[in-house]
């Protein structure tokens, strides 16, 4: 099994709301990964956990909010989101964060389409 | 950060034809992935291929890692082959994306 499932797959949002997205794997991985991806351009990797530890913020703005609560869940808060901040959010996940080793082998979830108005 | 362009960026072609994807990478990588996004945007998973040739079923790639670069090879294509192909590359903890090839096949 290599699902990596995300609720919810579309959201819509007004700039003063809060929300939070979530990604699940039951793989048993223990590096877990955010990207956001615009329109006709590729993933752009915005967090990683690995050990359930932040490891990596690509210098993402603080209104996107990731937390970890076990080896298999992922969540990313969502606050005073602009516009622009709409996207498709994809999850992923791998056996580790081990660079060089098919135990990093991402793996995709299906993504949340999200629309700030 | 390292670069990783994707040639070419858009190709048609016709079912049955046959097809190679570039992927050109600026530095030294410890993991290369290719991926096919279909249209309702899922990444799956094609190869993890940092180096050699691997194939699976009418898809294949090759990856020259001391001239950086990796390619896609599909055959007999299908129009269920259709979407943005990326490679994916990773450098001690960074992971960078191909600029994509978005692949149409018409009946």
């Known amino acids: 099994d290599t699902e990596v499932t995300q609720t919810p797959k579309h959201l819509v949002m007004g700039m003063t709301n809060k929300k939070s997205l979530k990604c699940e794997q039951h793989?048993?991985?223990?590096?877990m990964y955010w990207y956001k991806q615009k329109a006709k351009k590729p993933p752009e990797l915005m967090f990683v956990?690995?050990?359930?530890?932040?490891?990596i913020n690509e210098s993402v703005p603080s209104r996107f909010s990731p937390e970890c609560p076990n080896s298999s869940l992922l969540n990313l808060h969502l606050h005073a989101l602009q516009p622009e901040d709409s996207a498709l959010y994809l999850c992923?996940?791998?056996?580790?964060?081990?660079?060089?080793?098919?135990?990093?082998?991402?793996?995709f979830g299906p993504g949340t389409r999200l629309t700030v108005l | 950060g390292i670069q990783v362009e994707q040639s070419p960026p858009d190709l048609i072609l016709q079912e049955g034809a046959n097809s190679t994807l570039r992927c050109n990478f600026s530095?030294?990588?410890?993991?290369l992935q290719w991926f096919h996004q279909n249209p309702w945007g899922q990444l799956i998973n094609l190869f993890y291929?940092?180096?050699g040739t691997k194939q699976n079923g009418r898809l294949s790639a090759t990856t020259v890692a001391t001239e950086r670069y990796s390619l896609l090879y599909i055959s007999s294509s299908q129009t269920t082959d259709s979407g943005v192909y990326f490679c994916?590359?990773?450098?001690?903890?960074?992971?960078?994306f191909g600029t994509g090839t978005s692949l149409t096949v018409i009946p």
């Open positions: 992923a996940s791998s056996q580790t964060g081990t660079s060089g080793t098919r135990a990093d082998t991402q793996y």
């Open positions: 793989m048993g991985h223990r590096a």
């Open positions: 956990y690995s050990y359930e530890k932040l490891s």
């Open positions: 530095d030294s990588v410890n993991n």
């Open positions: 291929i940092p180096s």
């Open positions: 994916a590359v990773a450098t001690g903890n960074q992971f960078y």
